[in-house]
């Protein structure tokens, strides 16, 4: 089940080659991340796991172009990324809603940026609010929303402008097990209809082998890939799927990548 990367194969939507990233800390300059070569086929779902520090955040960010590599370089569609994008779609750590604006006008907002949102658009920003279960709460403002709710519009927001690569990171991270549980199936359902591209962030190895096609273990200091391993199970997953022994053999698998075992 174990794979080395796969060398540039036609269809490859995300493409990190040889990259690293240098950051400075005080007067001292300090290695993020070595080495790292990922590349990710359309329509595959990534999930990127590792112990706090190793770089998961700052891999997203430079494939999202908000950061630049230090040496190496990412390609995305075959463009190298020094720039923001918009058919990548980024969903930060902590929750990003804008206080005074309502359910509806924060899933808006990418719209926006463009044009004067239109009667689609209305309609379109409202059946995402539906999607993630919020219909009565579309008029409401975020602090009238619980913490998991929050990130439901913050997903919803992500998706309005039907973007090809979504990276979402650690985008239920603060959520209770049980939130977190049901919006990770939810998830699995909502990007299972397109053929999107996902990479996800997560601390969680059941979380990172339930959602996805290739589980991406990291290590820190460096920030590096220690490794991968192909998901099987086919699709859609049912939340049942955690208890079995192939699923936990899987995670097994991926917590002796990641040196816990
Ligand atoms: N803008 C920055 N300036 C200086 N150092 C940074 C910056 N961004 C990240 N770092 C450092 O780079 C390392 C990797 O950070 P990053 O946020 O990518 O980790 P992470 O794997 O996402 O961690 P977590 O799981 O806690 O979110 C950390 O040591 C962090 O302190
Ligand atoms: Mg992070």
Do not use: Y
């Not at 080495?35 to 700052?58: A, H, M, Q, Y």
């Not at 990412?74 to 990324?81: A, F, M, Q, R, T």
């Not at 579309?138 to 913050?154: W, Y």
Request: negative net charge.
């Amino acid at each position: 089940m174990r794979r080395e990367p796969e060398r540039g194969v036609a269809g490859d939507v995300v493409e990190v080659r040889n990259v690293s990233k240098r950051f400075r800390k005080g007067d001292r300059e300090f290695l993020a991340l070595e080495g790292v070569d990922l590349r990710i086929r359309e329509g595959e779902f990534v999930s990127l796991v590792g112990p706090s520090g190793c770089g998961k955040s700052t891999l997203l960010r430079m494939i999202g172009g908000l950061t630049p590599t230090t040496t190496g370089q990412v390609s995305v569609e075959g463009h190298v990324v020094d720039e923001t994008h918009r058919d990548v779609a980024l969903m930060f750590q902590a929750p990003t809603l804008f206080p005074w604006r309502t359910v509806l006008d924060n899933v808006l907002l990418p719209l926006e940026i463009d044009h004067r949102p239109t009667k689609d658009d209305v309609a379109k920003a409202r059946a995402l609010v539906s999607l993630v279960g919020l219909d009565e709460f579309v008029e409401h403002h975020p602090r009238e929303l619980s913490g998991g709710m929050q990130q439901r519009v913050a997903l919803s927001r992500v998706l309005v402008n039907d973007p090809r690569i979504m990276l979402l990171d650690e985008p239920f991270g603060a959520l209770d097990e049980f939130t977190r549980e049901a919006l990770n199936v939810e998830l699995a359902d909502i990007v299972g209809r397109g053929k999107r591209t996902v990479v996800l962030v997560t601390h969680s190895v059941p979380e990172a082998v339930f959602l996805a096609d290739r589980v991406v273990a990291m290590g820190t200091n460096p920030g590096r890939i220690l490794g991968e391993i192909q998901v099987p199970f086919h699709r859609p997953r049912e939340a049942s799927l955690v208890r079995s022994s192939e699923f936990q053999d899987l995670t097994l698998e991926v917590r002796k990548l990641l040196g816990l075992e």
